[in-house]
T-cell receptor, first 115, second 117 residues
Framework: DTEVTQTPKHLVMGMTNKKSLKCEQH?????MYWYKQKAKKPPELMFV???????INESVPSRFSPECPNSSLLNLHLHALQPEDSALYLC??????????????FGEGSRLTVL | AQTVTQSQPEMSVQEAETVTLSCTYD???????LFWYKQPPSRQMILVIR??????QNATENRFSVNFQKAAKSFSLKISDSQLGDTAMYFC??????????????FGKGTHLIIQP
């Protein structure tokens, strides 16, 4: 299994809603990432988890709350979002340690629309 | 901090032609990785080719090859015998070698490559 699976593929939410994006991988990777991508722009790093601990937070607003319950799962909890948060949210994973090659494996993304 | 620059927002070539996408980067790191990722309209980011900075030999993957010039901080991608399926956004990306940990990719702005039939 060489896939990173993201659910849901599409999400529409109001500014007062609470929702979550989910990401799962079974490749044994111990690093997982959230990226935000606006149309026709490169992905922007949001969070990095290494060995289930948050190692990088790129000054992301607190309305985005990441969670890594175990080595295979990564969640992004969303609350009180703004319309400008509408974007494609990409999850990725990578091997670490001696197996690390630097390569990130990406999911297909969750397309979020905030009304 | 690292920066990655792709100076060609869009390129268009005929099928079967060879095309070269440019990328330059700036870093004070000595040990790092460079990548080219492809993002088709279906949106999943796929690795095209990877280069480790300590390796002088240019990486190749079938029709894809790079010209890595470490001193010049240049990392261009050459696609030979281009195919319709090569149509996509191509992102050049940098990652510093974090010694077993994890670090994020820094992406360039991308080049939209269109292969014409």
């Amino acid at each position: 299994d060489t896939e990173v699976t993201q659910t849901p593929k599409h999400l529409v939410m109001g500014m007062t809603n609470k929702k979550s994006l989910k990401c799962e991988q079974h490749m044994g990777h111990r690093a997982m990432y959230w990226y935000k991508q606006k149309a026709k722009k490169p992905p922007e790093l949001m969070f990095v988890y290494s060995y289930e601990k948050l190692s990088i937070n790129e000054s992301v607003p607190s309305r985005f709350s990441p969670e890594c319950p175990n080595s295979s799962l990564l969640n992004l909890h969303l609350h009180a979002l703004q319309p400008e948060d509408s974007a494609l949210y990409l999850c990725a994973s990578s091997p670490t340690g001696l197996a690390g090659t630097g390569e990130l494996f990406f999911g297909e993304g969750s397309r979020l629309t905030v009304l | 901090a690292q920066t990655v620059t792709q100076s060609q927002p869009e390129m268009s070539v005929q099928e079967a032609e060879t095309v070269t996408l440019s990328c330059t980067y700036d870093t004070s790191e000595n040990n790092y990785y460079l990548f080219w990722y492809k993002q088709p309209p279906s949106r999943q980011m796929i690795l095209v080719i990877r280069q480790e900075a300590y390796k002088q030999q240019n990486a190749t993957e079938n029709r894809f090859s790079v010209n890595f010039q470490k001193a010049a901080k240049s990392f261009s991608l050459k696609i030979s015998d281009s195919q319709l399926g090569d149509t996509a956004m191509y992102f050049c990306a940098f990652m510093k070698h974090s010694g077993g940990g994890a670090d994020g990719l820094t992406f360039g702005k991308g080049t939209h490559l269109i292969i014409q039939p």
